[in-house]
């Protein structure tokens, strides 16, 4: 495909280490649009080799609001089906700027590796040295090693390592939407991850056209219903978990957004440093940035102090454990102290909370947020699939998707045909959100 | 002439910085934007927006606005540097010309969803 992409989908073969790469033909995107549904595509193809597939919606990484969204898609390990988990915060664009646009990844290598995606080019690199380390070492490192401090990885930590089922597939340093355990699939094909970084450009069929579509979306966005609030503490209040906000709030540093998605969903609080300190601190980790919301509700559920659960979510993220899956797991076993949680990591088995129907990260919650939308007052279930479905294809951020209603699909239909020059139709989103549920 | 930015205001979405590369390249790209969201203080969560000008680069910390006057022998400031890492140096980068030839005027201030920047 000529246009928003990089017209490329690398297969990489781990039992072989052979690295093959196919173009991103037209027909398939007229036929499954993007994102979620051709990594599943892509997954049925290599379904043998029990594939991990990570890829670009078709509107990823454009000014299309909230395009910051990739999609990695595997069988979960865990619920033992195949679903759909969002790479968000600069990750999903790095992928998409890197060279490809859908990466398969099969097999299972023998010794550790990671995958070095930069500029088109993909290695097969060892990662013997990073394997056992946690996953801030680890991103430090490579980041280190490459000499680039905006390289954005996909990383394991202790819990994927031992095939632990609460493993997740942290972004950088921070938890991500693998609500699936797709940390211990990584672990089982010896893959401590992926790093992305790329300067590429993606060229627009009517590019003005586009540009200035994007932009009366974003001003009917701007008069959206979650203007003026921010970070995670005002999506709990939207939830109706009204004290989290004032729980955490001694706790914030400063909110900030995920690639172009006009909500910050992403809090940063400090832990070992004065959160009113604005001047760059001398303490290189003086906190952690909360990408994830229900690890901490379930912490602040068991008790553990707006401090405590803080840390609890950087113990989680630096051993690539699923922090909601923790929570739940501490309560069934009747563990409700930081130190008793920490020492019972490595025990944990089984899922964490879920909703929906197993095929998006129970990650986005499953309501309406700040706003009205009606479709959610008939259908509440339908309506969040839906929602969900359309975002994992076109690359939106799923929570974004439930707080904006200004977003709707003929806008990004008309776009992805303004954007492509191919003919998207409405029943062909129908149809690729159907495949998703087949 | 030029813009302003409220670091404060700045959630780090880089909406600036790929309207500018658009402006710059017809496409999508970040190389040859001349503002920059700086992200490489990732663990501190220290961000703010760097932006090329004719002659000085405009640096808005959280905690305040510098301005650096580009001289020969002048080296930027940390997050200058570091902003791009291996990507083109801020100095190499064209200066800001306020998107004269876009007609609806500057694309970071139009693209910014907070409204961090607007018209000095
Ligand atoms: S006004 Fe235009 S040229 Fe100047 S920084 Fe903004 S987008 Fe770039
Ligand atoms: S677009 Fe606005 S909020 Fe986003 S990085 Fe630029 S100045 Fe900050």
């Known amino acids: ?438 | 002439m030029g813009i302003k930015i409220d670091a404060l205001k700045c959630t780090g979405c880089m909406a600036c910085e790929m309207a500018c590369g658009y402006h710059r390249d017809d496409g999508f790209a970040l190389l040859a934007s001349c503002i920059v969201a700086y992200r490489t203080r990732e663990k501190k969560d220290y961000f703010g927006v760097i932006v090329k000008e004719e002659d000085e680069l405009l640096i808005a910390r959280p905690e305040g606005l510098e301005v650096k006057k580009l001289g020969a022998s002048e080296e930027p400031s940390e997050p200058a540097q570091k902003a791009d890492a291996s990507a083109k140096p801020m100095l190499l980068r064209e200066a800001c010309d306020m998107c004269e030839d876009m007609e609806v005027g500057p694309m970071c201030v139009k693209f910014c969803p907070v409204n961090a920047i607007s018209p000095a």
């Open chain 1, 1 to 438: 495909m000529e246009y928003l992409s990089a017209d490329k989908i690398l297969v990489v073969d781990l039992t072989t280490s052979e690295v093959t790469e196919d173009e991103l033909s037209d027909e398939l995107v007229e036929q499954k649009i993007g994102g979620a549904a051709i990594n599943k595509y892509l997954y049925e193809q290599y379904e043998a080799d029990n594939p991990v597939v990570v890829g670009t919606g078709l509107l990823t990484g454009t000014l299309f609001p909230a395009s910051g969204a990739a999609v990695m898609t595997a069988k979960s390990p865990v619920t033992g089906n195949l679903c759909h988990c969002p790479i968000t915060l600069k990750v999903g664009l790095e992928i998409q700027f890197a060279g490809f646009d859908y990466i398969v990844i099969k097999g299972a290598s023998d010794n550790p590796v990671f995958l070095w995606v930069h500029d088109g080019i993909a290695d097969i690199t060892d990662a013997l040295d990073v394997w056992g380390k946690n996953t801030w070492e680890t991103t430090d490192t490579w980041r280190k090693a490459m000499g680039d401090d905006l390289i954005q990885t996909m990383v394991i930590g202790k819990a994927g390592e031992a095939g632990s089922d609460l493993a997740q597939v942290c972004l950088n340093y921070w938890a991500s939407g693998d609500r699936f355990g797709f940390g211990k699939l990584f672990g089982e094909k010896k893959l401590k991850g992926l790093a992305f970084r790329g300067m590429g450009l993606l060229e627009i069929a009517d590019a003005e056209e586009f540009v200035d579509q994007a932009l009366e979306i974003l001003d009917d966005i701007r008069e959206g219903d979650f203007i003026g609030k921010k970070g995670i503490g005002d999506i709990y209040a939207a939830m109706g978990q009204s004290g989290v906000n004032a729980w955490l709030e001694p706790l914030v540093h400063r909110h900030s957004a995920c690639y172009n998605t006009p909500y910050a969903t992403n809090t940063f609080v400090y832990l070992d440093e004065d959160p009113a300190t604005l001047k760059e601190t001398a303490n290189e980790e003086p906190g952690f940035l909360i990408t994830e919301l229900y690890g901490l509700l379930g912490f602040k559920a068991l008790g553990l102090s707006a401090d405590d659960a803080c840390r609890m979510l950087k113990i989680c993220a630096k051993g690539g454990y699923d922090a909601a899956a923790v929570a739940h797991q501490a309560k069934a076993a009747g563990k409700t102290s930081m130190g008793d949680i920490e020492s019972a990591l490595a025990d944990f088995s089984g899922a964490g909370p879920m909703h929906g129907k197993g095929v998006f990260s129970p990650w986005c919650p499953n309501q309406p947020l700040f706003s009205f939308f009606e479709e959610a007052e008939e259908d509440p279930g339908g309506w969040w699939e839906r929602r969900q479905a359309v975002a994992y294809i076109f690359g939106i951020h799923p929570i974004f998707a439930v707080m904006s209603p200004e977003l709707v699909e003929d806008d990004m239909l008309e776009m992805a045909g303004v954007g492509t020059e191919l003919s998207i139709e409405p029943e062909k989103l129908n149809a690729a959100v159907a495949y998703l549920y087949k």
